[in-house]
């Protein structure tokens, strides 16, 4: 079993930025893709940031693409999401998720590991 904790999120006006952290308390990620994903109320789930198991490749959702950065610190104890030039509709629970599977994209059944996600909201 993999606990994985989100923090970071929080209330910030459009055009600005945060940045989310996952962490995995006595693991690393080093033998996982990890995702970021995000629900907002009434919407379904949606995958807005992913990494595959090697940290080579990064894929985005059209929708942040040249706003949301995905990346690790240099031992992959964390993962972050930086967002930047934020909007209100980035306004949702954002998760952090873990899979076993070298790439899953933005497949939400292939991982097998979720945060308990954290808020974050975007004022106009």
């Known amino acids: 079993q993999v606990q994985l904790v989100e923090s970071g999120g929080g209330l910030v006006q459009a055009g600005g930025s945060l940045r989310l952290s996952c962490a995995a308390p006595g693991r690393t990620f080093s033998t996982y893709a990890v995702g970021w994903f995000r629900q907002a109320p009434g919407k379904e789930r949606e995958g807005v940031a992913a990494l595959n198991r090697s940290g080579a490749f990064t894929y985005y959702a059209d929708s942040v693409k040249g706003r949301f950065t995905i990346s690790t610190d240099n031992a992959k104890n964390a993962v972050y999401l930086e967002m930047n030039s934020l909007k209100p509709e980035d306004t949702a629970v954002y998760y952090c998720?873990?899979?076993?599977?070298?790439?899953?994209?933005?497949?939400?059944?292939?991982?097998?590991?979720w945060g308990r996600g954290t808020q974050v909201t975007v004022s106009s």
């Open positions: 998720a873990a899979s076993a599977f070298n790439s899953p994209h933005f497949v939400s059944e292939a991982y097998e590991y």
